[in-house]
């Protein structure tokens, strides 16, 4: 019997066939896709959500004085977001208690601002690429060089001083988180500014008990508020910067010019100012600093 050949079913590859998917797996694979994230709504300033305040008066004073440290609003410039006039943030701020200051349009605007900022991702920290300014870092956290430069009066240790305590704060924690330099290197580096030819020892625990107080004229009899100014000074006239509108308006509110205060250019750094006491009516006005150290009457 002959013997039959069966044709051969195609050509012969080394090669793997995968058979096409059917047409159910494939309907089940797009269903299972990742779907694309929909953008989060947008909150609005007079939400419930912002205008039901859930926190404490001294918790909005904190978020108000550390948004302020970080320089990302000047204090006039916070006063006109949250609505508020210098006065009534003035006398909310000076308050200590707990919930002092419960009735203030300043405790109530302000809570709405942050929660705002909160919801709608706007207080997010940017992250710092790791090793991308390290050079810079490096250089500032060993000091500044000057350059021979000498402010008016600070061969004597008298720099007028146009800046309150608040704002030399702000610009203190901005610099050594910018620099990477510690509290202890940046107290002897404002220690070299005091004339003479001693330095003056500053440590970093007064550089740390200036930056917890309060206040825009508390620590102005310290080292640290007299050195600090004139480290920043000269940064400032060094690379040439134009002065603040606060350094500007600080120089017409303490122009020596107001007999109720000493007669000299600058801050009066010779007493305690946030001390100072004042009589007032009862049931009269309050009497607070403004935001340049000097006392304004408000509700």
């Known amino acids: 019997m002959a013997s039959q050949h069966r044709p051969p079913l195609g050509v012969i590859t080394s090669n793997s066939i995968i058979a096409p998917p059917a047409a159910s797996t494939l309907s089940k694979l797009a269903s299972n896709k990742r779907k694309a994230p929909t953008e989060k709504p947008k909150y609005d300033i007079d939400d419930d959500i912002c205008q039901s305040v859930t926190i404490s008066c001294a918790a909005v004073r904190n978020k108000i004085r550390k948004f302020i440290d970080s320089g990302e609003m000047k204090v006039g410039e916070f006063q006109k977001a949250i609505g508020a006039s210098s006065s009534t943030y003035?006398?909310?701020?000076?308050?200590?208690?707990?919930?002092?200051?419960?009735?203030?349009?300043?405790?109530?605007?302000?809570?709405?601002?942050?929660?705002?900022?909160?919801?709608?991702?706007?207080?997010?920290?940017?992250?710092?690429?790791?090793?991308?300014?390290?050079?810079?870092?490096?250089?500032?956290?060993?000091?500044?060089d000057f350059k021979g430069?000498?402010?008016?009066?600070?061969?004597?240790?008298?720099?007028?001083?146009?800046?309150?305590?608040?704002?030399?704060?702000?610009?203190?924690?901005?610099?050594?988180?910018?620099s990477g330099m510690n509290k202890a290197a940046f107290g002897r580096e404002i220690g070299k500014l005091f004339g003479g030819e001693e330095e003056k020892k500053?440590?970093?625990?007064?550089?740390?008990?200036?930056?917890?107080?309060?206040?825009?004229?508390?620590?102005?009899?310290?080292?640290?508020?007299?050195?600090?100014?004139?480290?920043?000074?000269?940064?400032?006239?060094?690379?040439?910067?134009?002065?603040?509108?606060?350094?500007?308006?600080?120089?017409?509110?303490?122009?020596g010019c107001d007999p109720r205060f000493w007669r000299k250019e600058g801050v009066d750094r010779s007493k305690v100012i946030d001390r100072i006491e004042y009589i007032t009516l009862v049931g009269g006005p309050d009497v607070y600093q403004d935001e340049y150290g000097k006392p304004v009457m408000g509700w």
């Not at 600070?154 to 050594?176: A, H, M, T, W």
């Not at 825009?216 to 007299?226: H, K, Q, R, S, W």
């Open 90 to 144: 003035g006398s909310f701020m000076k308050k200590t208690g707990t919930m002092d200051g419960a009735g203030s349009s300043v405790y109530r605007n302000a809570f709405a601002f942050f929660k705002l900022r909160e919801l709608n991702g706007e207080n997010r920290k940017k992250k710092v690429k790791a090793g991308g300014d390290g050079e810079s870092k490096k250089k500032e956290a060993e000091g500044e």
């Open 149 to 178: 430069l000498i402010l008016e009066g600070e061969e004597e240790g008298e720099v007028p001083v146009f800046d309150s305590c608040e704002e030399v704060r702000r610009k203190i924690n901005q610099y050594l988180s910018k």
């Open 202 to 255: 500053i440590s970093g625990g007064s550089v740390t008990q200036f930056l917890a107080k309060r206040g825009p004229m508390a620590g102005n009899t310290t080292g640290v508020y007299y050195g600090a100014y004139v480290f920043f000074e000269k940064i400032r006239v060094r690379d040439g910067k134009p002065m603040t509108e606060h350094r500007e308006v600080m120089e017409d509110v303490w122009d």
